[in-house]
C-alpha cells in the first residue's frame, strides 16, 4: 500500500499515463484544441461510451447473477439489429412498434429460451465448457444471421427521429438520438443498479449465484432468477445494437466486436460493479474520440487507435489484485474411470493415420468399387489448409484440455510464428528454422499469459481475445511485419532433410507427419510430471498450490508449450497459401471456430487430434462430390455442417462436456484385442443400468406419488419437481 | 519455542467475524487438536495458516520466522501440508497420480536419495491405499479420496500437518488406524513433525490430542489437554445445545 492505493494499481496507472503521454506527444497531429472542437469531440466520446455502457451492462447483470460471462452478448445485439431492420425499414412496421417487439418480445424471450435450453445446465460445468458454449451461441446467431439476410444487400438502419433533427450544439448538431442513447444507457444502468442492490429480487439474483441451495431456502427461485437475468441481459444487448446499428452500418462482424470493447469496459468494473463498468465504457469512448481527433499513427499504424480497448484491458489485469485460490467448489464425483494412451498406442495411431493419409492422398485405396482417384490440386489445396488448422488446433491440447485454461489467440500466435520464419527464412525456406520458431513463440504466450494468470480463469480469456485483437490491429498491418511486395509467391517452399517440399502432395505428407510427431509428443508429455501438474492445477488449484505448485507459473509455462505449438503450426499455415496476405486473414472469429471445434472433438485427449484430420478427408470428399454432381443435395449438406457444424457440436458439450472423441473412444475401444479394461467397465455398466425388482429393495409395492413427497419432504429435497404417474415402478 | 503459531488472527469477510484475535501455537512430537461448533472459524484458521486466505491482521509464524505474507507454495515448501474440509484432490488423476504430483514437486528438497514412484508407493501404503493405486480418484468413495489427500499431504514430507476432519466418510476401525498412524508418525523424532487436528469425532480427537484447543465464533475460549477442556466451564457453555456435540460426547463421559 502506497498513501492508501494498492501497488498494482498504482502500477498499471502509472504505466498507463506513460504510455498514453508517450503516444500522444509522438503522434500529435498539431491540430488546434479549441473550447468548441474539444467540446464536440468529448461529447461524440460520451456518446460512443453509452452505447459500450449498454452492453456492459447486460453483460455484468448476467455475470452477476447467474456467473455466466456471456460472449454472445454482441452477436444478440446483431441478430436484434437484424430483425429491426426487417420489421422497420423492410415491412414498414412504425419505429416505435418495431423497437417494442424486438427488444420487448423477441430478446426476452430469446434470452428465456436460452437459459432454459442450456445456460441453467452449465451452473456446474467448467469455465472452459461455459465458455465454449457462449461462444457457440455467438458464432450460431452470427451465422443463422448470415442466412437470413444475405451480405450482398446494402442495408442501413435509420437514427431514430433522424440524423438532422436535435438539439443546436453551436459548431455541430447534437441528433436526438445519440441523446436518447446517452439518456437510455444511463437510466439502464442506474436502475439495474437499483434493482440488484436495492430490490428484493435483486438480492436473491445475487445471492443465487453465491450459493444456490441456500438461497433457494430461503425462499429465492434459482431458475426464475435465472430466467430473469437472461431475458434482461438479451434486452439491453438488443437495444444495444438496434441503437448503435446507424453508427456502424449493419454488418455482423463489426457489430459484434463491439462486444470486445464491452468486455473491457465490464474489466475495468473487475466484472461485477456496475457503476466502474459504466465509467470504463466512457472512459474508452472519450480515449477512443480524442485519440481520433488530436493524434494521427501514420499508415504504419493506421488501426491503431481501434486497440484502445484491448489495451484498457491489459491495464485492467495489471492493475487487480491476486484471485484468492478457491476452496469448496469441487464436485467429487466422476463417472469414469480415466485412461492414459499408452506410448505405444500413440505410435500405432499415428502409424495408422499417415497410413490413411498416404492412401487418401495417393489414391490407393479403392471404395467398393468407386475409385476416388488421387487427389488433383484443389482437393490438395484444401486439405493442406484444413490439415494446418489441424496443426494450430491441437496446440489446444494441453492448454484448453488439461490445464483448463482459455486461449482464444491461437490464430494470433500462429502469425507470429509466420512472422519469424518470414523473417529467419523467408529467402531459403531452411526448413529447421522452424524449431528457432518453436523457440521464440514460447516467450511470447508466457508474456500474454503472465499478467493475467495470477487472477481467474476468465481473465485469460479476455486478455487472449484482446491480444489477438491487438495483434490483427497494431502488428500484422505494419508493413515491416507482413511486406506488401505485390502479387506471387512470399512464403518459400519449405526446405527439409534435403528434399525442398513444393508440391501439394510431399506438403501434405509432410504436414501429417508433423501432425504425428505432435500428437506422439503430446501423449508422452501427458504421461510426463508436467502433464500430471498440468491436469492437477485444473482439478484443484488450491491443493496444488498447497503442495508446493506454483500455479501462476505453472499456467504461464504451458501458455509457452500452447503458443510454441501454434507458432510451428502458423508457418504450414503461412506456406499452404503462399502469401503474406493469409497472416491478415487470421482474424477472430476463425480462432473462435478452431477453438470451437477442437473442444467439441474433445480436447483432453492427444487422440483428438486424429478427429481433426477428418476435416481435411472431407473436405476433399465434398469438393469431389461437387465434381460428380447431381448431388446439389450432399454439398449443400456439408456446407451447413461446416457453418453450423462447430456450433452445434459444443452445445452438446452441455451434455457431454469431455467431447465427442470421448464417447466415440468408448464404442472404439472394446474392440481392440488388448483393451479387456474397456470391455469390462461396460458390462459393469449395464449391470447396474438394470433398476432393482421391488422385491430386491424390501418393499411389496412400489411408492404412490404422495409417499414419494412425504419422502423427498422428509429428506429435504427441495425439488419441485411433480413426480410422474408410476413413480419407482420397475420396468421389468 | 511452538513450530506454528498464529497470533491475534483477525479475518473479517463484510460484516461476520470468521477469527477474531485467534491464537494458535502447535508443537512438535504432538498432535494438537482444534475443536468447535460448526462455523466456529476452524477451516478458516486453516486457510489462512496455508495462505489461502489474507488474514484482516494478525501474523502467522513457522519455526521462527514471519510467515503471513508467504505464497501457498512458499509456505508448503517450508513443511506446511494440509487437507482439505470439501475435498480437493486431484479428480481426474489416479490415486497414484495425485501422490506423484507431490512427490515430484519436493524431490529435490525432501526426497533425494529416493525414486519418486518408491515414495508414492509408501505414503499410498501409509494411509492403506496401495491396492487402489491405479484408480481415478473421482470414482472412490469420499473417504478413500479424503485418504488420498491425507498420503499427498504426507509426500511433502511436512513439518506441520493440518488435518480437517479426516474421519469424516471413514469407519471405526479405519479412523483408529488413522489415528495410530498420527501417533506413530509424531512419535517418530526424525520427523519433527506437528500435527494440527480439526475433528468432529470426539472420542477420536479425545484420544490422540495431548493439547487441544477450543473454538467458538472465532474466538479461542479454551486450550488444554483433553481432560482440562472437557472440564472447562466455557466450553460447556459453548456446547450446550448443540446436539451433535452432546452425542458424539457422550462416548467419552462414560
Redo the contacts between chains.
Sequence with gaps: MIFGVRRSVAVAASLGTLAAVIIAVLSWKGAPVTSETFLVTTYIGLFLGALWAMYATGLVVVYTTTGVFNFAQGAIGVFAAFLYWELHVNRGWHSILALFVVVGLFAPALGVVLDVLIMRRLRTASLVVQLMVTVAIMVLLLSVVGDIWEADTPRRVPYLFGINNGIDLGPSQLPWHRLIVFLVAIAIAVSMRFLLRRTRIGTAMRAVVDNRELAALNGARPNVVSSTSWALGSMMGALGGILIAPELGLDPATLNNVVIIAFAAAAFGALKNLPMAVIGAMLIGLLRAHTGAWLDFGPDFRFAHLSIAPLLLLFVVIALPQA??E??R?A???????RYTKWWEGLLGCGVVILLAAAFSGGWLDFGGWDPGAWGSRELNSANEAMALALIGLSLVPLIGWAGQINFAPLAFAGFGAFVYLKLAGDTGNGYWILMVGLLCAPLGALVALPAARLRGLYLALMTMAFAQAMSLIFFPHPWVMPIIGTGRQFPHIDLFGITFDDRRGFFMLMVSVFAIFVYALVLLRRS?YG??W??I???Q??????????VWTKVVVYAVSASMAGIAGVFWATVSGNVDSVQGFDLLIGFNIVLLVAAAGVSIPMAGIFLIFIPLFKGFGLRLEDAGNVDFLVTLLDIMTTYGPGMLVLGMVFNPRGAIFEMGRGFSPILPWRSDARAEIAAENAQKREPEIGELGLERPFTPEEVIAIDRRLEILDDVVPKEGYGTSRS | MALLEAEQVVMRFGGVVALDNASVDIDPGEVTGLIGPNGAGKTTLF?VV????PPTSGRVKFDGHDITRS???KR??MG???T???????????AF??V???V???HRAKWKHRRVSDVAHEMLGKVGLDEVAD?????LP?GS?RLV?LA??L??RPRVLLLDEPSSGLNEDETSAIGQMLLDLVADEDNELAVLLVEHDMSFVMGVCARIHVLDFGKIIAVGTPIEVQADTAVRAAYLGSDEFRAAYAGVDE
Excluded: W, Y
Excluded at chain 1, 467429487?332 to 480415466?338: A, D, G, T
Excluded at chain 2, 484408480?135 to 470414482?139: E, F, H, N, S
Design positions: 484468492r485460490l476452496v469448496g469441487l467429487h464425483h466422476l463417472r469414469r474411470h480415466e510430471r500430471r501438474r491436469m492437477a485444473n482439478d484443484s488450491a491443493a496444488a498450490a498447497t503442495l508446493g505448485v506454483p500455479v | 486457510n496455508t495462505g489461502l486466505l505464497t501457498v507454495a508448503s515448501q506446511i501440508a494440509r482439505f474440509q470439501k475435498l480437493e484432490a486431484f479428480n481426474t488423476l489416479s497420480d495425485n506423484r504430483v507431490a515430484e514437486k519436493n484408480v481415478t480418484v473421482g470414482t469420499t479420496a489427500e499427498r499431504a509426500a511433502c
